[in-house]
């Protein structure tokens, strides 16, 4: 049963580290390039579509982790894991005080209503989300490696 839930667990978090990858360097890019208002609205829709699965995403991995570290708690690779959860730990804070405030902004603007430093602040939340997709890779790494 642990065999089965560590390798759940594990798909579930590189999914996860997969469609934030995305995000940040295809998504991201392939709006940045369109026309200004169609670049602003696309980024109001994913704030909208991601903003609404990602944070049951986040606290589901963690939780997954967290049980796969007190179910394997005697076995080969805990401190991998409990490591793992620390850093999804963190992802998730650094997307709540960071991150998650610029998204409620940006998914509301249109082109009528969206501020004049608009593009600034979608800036500063590449910058916030590519440290957080750095956290993620890690923690999956980690993960990976616990599997050994």
């Known amino acids: 049963m642990l065999n089965a839930l560590e390798v759940v667990t594990t798909v579930i978090v590189g999914v996860m580290v997969g469609v934030e990858f995305s995000v940040a360097f295809v998504i991201k890019p392939i709006l940045n390039a369109l026309p200004e208002d169609s ?17 049951v995403w986040y606290i589901g991995s963690l939780v997954l ?16 894991v409990v490591t793992a959860a620390a850093l999804l730990i963190l992802s ?10 610029i998204n409620n902004r940006g998914k509301t603007w249109t082109p009528d209503n969206r501020p ?17 997709v750095a956290v993620i890779i ?3 790494a980690l993960l990976v490696a616990a599997l050994t």
Request: avoid cysteine; glycine fraction near 14%; proline fraction near 3%.
């Open 92 to 101: 998730v804070i650094m997307s709540l005080l960071l991150l998650v405030p």
């Open 116 to 132: 004049e430093g608009w593009k600034e602040q979608l800036n500063r939340w590449d910058r916030y989300h590519y440290v957080r």
């Open 65 to 80: 982790v967290g049980i796969w570290a007190v179910a394997g708690w005697h076995h080969h690779g805990t401190g991998l």
């Open 39 to 55: 670049a602003q609205l696309g980024h109001a829709h994913g704030g909208r579509m991601l903003g609404a699965v990602m944070p």
């Open 138 to 140: 890690a923690a999956f």
